[in-house]
């Protein structure tokens, strides 16, 4: 019995092995990117990148967005009387000019830099990193990527929104909606729906979430710490009858001496206003998924 459940334990610790390691990389396996003088290449990534390196002095780039890599071939200096800064910036059709590592949230992915020359009218000028270049790396077990909150917002949109929401508020035509709270590791997720019952369509200049007292005596007395959705299914700025998105918040805490707020703006003239009062006892209720 012992000698079976030894052999199952070796398995399983296999299994997790082969499913978390992340193998070496050598050069010669690396795939490809061709690049050509005076074309910029796109490295377009599904996620927001952490950090980019260029092996060679040959590469140059930047990160014009948070999800796309610039990189180009670097212009050659002017002077250029010593060979070996000759031999640097000269380039035959197929040399190798480099390496390009891209690392996200939760992946790195390598290429190597492949010149082609001028001439060739196939010259690719943007990519999208796909799932087999990408090794996962291993960070903080407690911090999603923001293609993993996508996925676990997702999964809620596809739950049937619950028939009595937890919080409503009904205001000038307007309703806000708390559907439901949910939790997983360190993270909070808010389902709301938003509803226009009014002809006249609505612009978002924000939506804005707080904690602040629950009685103000006076005004100079009030403490208001504005709080920032980590991660938004939906950034939606105009909305004509409704719709429904999630906000993700790492864990917080407050008093019952305070609540959350959530206050919906319209864009000016019209201004109109909702505000929505949450207590921590409707985030401790908080359902798993």
Known sequence: MKAILYTLLIFITQLFTAQTATKEQLISDLPELEITEGISLHIISPEPIQYVDLSTKQLTGDLPST???RIKIGDKPESTEKEKIKNLFSYSNGDQIGVITVVGQSFIAQYKAVYRNPENLNTVTNIH?????MQPIEFDKMAFSNLELRK????IIRKKSEKNPIREEKKLGLSVQLNNVYVISDYIFLDMTFKNN???????????????????????????????PLFQLNPQK??????????????FTYPNSKVMMIRL?????????????????????????
């Open 152 to 155: 676990f917002a997702m999964d």
């Open 67 to 69: 999800q796309i890599a």
């Open 129 to 133: 990193i796909q799932s087999e270049e």
């Open 265 to 289: 703006i319209e864009e000016q003239l019209s201004g109109r206003t909702i505000e929505m009062k949450v207590n921590y006892s409707d985030i401790l209720k908080a359902d798993t998924f």
């Open 198 to 228: 009014s002809n006249l369509s609505y612009d978002i200049e924000a939506l804005k979430f707080s904690v602040e007292d629950k009685r103000i005596h006076k005004a100079t007395n009030n403490q208001s710490i504005e709080m920032t």
């Open 238 to 251: 105009h909305f004509r009858k409704n719709f429904r998105s999630i906000y993700v918040f790492k864990k």
